[in-house]
């Protein structure tokens, strides 16, 4: 249960238990919705990517573009794929719409159950940006429109120029990182990011994919030869789709990481993980067309040890007796004594005797422990992210983490 009061207990009368069970079943809806999601986006870009000229002159004469053979839960399956349409419609039909459907709707009930409800704790930090709750839920709501509109309007201005649009969408990734970590708490703005790519995602569904699927089902009942134009935007769109899959996972995950929203420029954190995504997916569509380049995961993983070097929060801080910032202490201690710290913690340094949380002069915690247990609480300890400022969470980190190791303040 969530210590910190939330604005929806007070407007719904949803205490936090009944908020905690909508985050559980909202959870495992966005969750599987999305492993179907994305499973589908990985298997039919697979399937694209491997098939073969039809080896039937029968089935190349009846439309058939390409084949797949394959075997699967004990048995073969053969699958064409028709260049733009069969001679006459199947009686069935097998859509995938509603995989993407379900996870935004309940990606979209989760951000507004746990953040919009909880703002002035969760989405708005007065050390990030002076934001009402309003302001911030207005501006997180209007940036996912902005992001599919620029999106969009993007991918009709580069037309077929796939190399432009490849940039254009990393720039607006980049710009969406950097305004996001500009206006809202870190962890929000992490979560923000990935909602705009997801809304992107999604909308490329309901206003393109879903249409051009349309579009070739009306074209066949009304006897005409159905446009192609529709189908290969829709096609191109699904590409694009499948390049956003692991951006926004990653994006996702690492909100609960606070190596990564917590660090300092934490837009390039994410905009590193959002890259290695985009470029796990470009292993691994280049290879299902034939080409393995093993350099590619070596980079990946190189990427990985140089992030998680530069991100390493101890070799930041001077360790004890290091040296460390004199002021950075002070203004700690400072933070210690008025955050509460010391009603629960014994540090002999703070003059503090609280028993209900382990001795900081025995456990001797990391600077990396200490900023991590303030910024998200565990237990009993609450989460200070919402009460205390970044700048203010790295000072009390500072100070118990060289006061316990001894250093001379
Ligand atoms: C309501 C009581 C309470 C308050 C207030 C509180 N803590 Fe804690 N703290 C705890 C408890 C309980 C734990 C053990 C949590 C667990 O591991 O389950 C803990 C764990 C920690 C740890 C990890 C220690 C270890 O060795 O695992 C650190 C560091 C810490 N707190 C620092 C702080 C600081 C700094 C503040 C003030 C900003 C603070 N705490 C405020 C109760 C509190």
């Not at 859509?95 to 459907?101: L, N, T, V």
């Not at 379900?102 to 990030?128: E, M, R």
């Not at 969408?169 to 909602?195: E, N, Y």
Request: glycine share 10%; charged share 15%; net charge neutral.
């Amino acid at each position: 249960m969530s210590i910190v009061p939330t604005m929806a207990g007070g407007l719904l009368g949803l205490d936090s238990y009944l908020v905690d069970w909508l985050d559980l079943l909202l959870r495992c809806l966005h969750v599987i919705a999305a492993i179907a999601w994305i499973g589908t986006s990985f298997y039919f870009v697979l399937l694209d990517q491997s098939l073969r000229p039809p080896e039937d002159a029968e089935d190349e004469a009846a439309g058939v573009a390409g084949e797949l053979w394959e075997v699967h839960g004990g048995g073969f399956y053969h699958v064409q794929k028709y260049r733009v349409a069969p001679p006459t419609l199947p009686e069935h039909l097998a859509w995938f719409k509603w995989e993407a459907y379900t996870t935004w709707l309940s990606g979209f009930a989760l951000v507004v159950v746990l953040y919009y409800f909880s703002a002035s704790s969760k989405l708005v930090d007065p050390s990030v940006a002076n934001l009402s709750d309003w302001e911030a839920i207005t501006l997180s709501v209007g940036l996912l429109v902005v992001a599919w509109l620029a999106y969009d309007v993007l991918c009709r201005l580069l037309g077929k120029d796939e190399r432009a649009l490849a940039v254009s969408v990393g720039v607006l990734a980049v710009v969406s990182a950097f305004v996001a970590t500009q206006l809202f708490a870190p962890r929000a703005a992490f979560l923000q990011v990935g909602a705009m790519l997801g809304t992107i995602m999604a909308a490329n569904v309901l206003f393109v994919i879903i249409p051009a699927h349309w579009e070739l089902i009306r074209a066949k009942e009304a006897g005409r030869e159905p446009n192609p134009a529709p189908g290969l935007e829709g096609k191109r769109r699904s590409v694009h789709n499948n390049y956003l899959t692991l951006p926004v996972l990653f994006t996702m995950l690492a909100g609960h990481f606070p190596l990564a929203y917590g660090a300092g420029r934490a837009w390039l954190v994410l905009v590193a993980f959002m890259a290695l995504g985009a470029f796990a997916r470009l292993f691994f569509n280049l290879r299902h067309r034939g080409r393995t380049h093993w350099w590619m995961p070596v980079a990946a993983a190189a990427a990985v040890v140089a992030l998680a070097v530069a991100l390493n929060p101890d070799a930041a801080t001077p360790g004890p007796g290091g040296g460390a910032d004199a002021a950075a202490v002070g203004r700690g201690r400072a933070v210690f004594a008025s955050a509460g710290c010391a009603g629960c913690h014994t540090l002999a340094d703070a003059s503090a005797t609280g028993a209900v949380g382990p001795n900081l002069d025995n456990a001797k915690p990391s600077f990396a422990l200490v900023s991590t247990r303030v910024t998200n609480g565990q237990g009993v300890m609450p989460p200070f992210s919402g009460r205390l400022t970044k700048q203010q969470i790295s000072d009390v980190a500072v100070y118990v983490s060289n006061i316990s190791h001894g250093a001379s303040p």
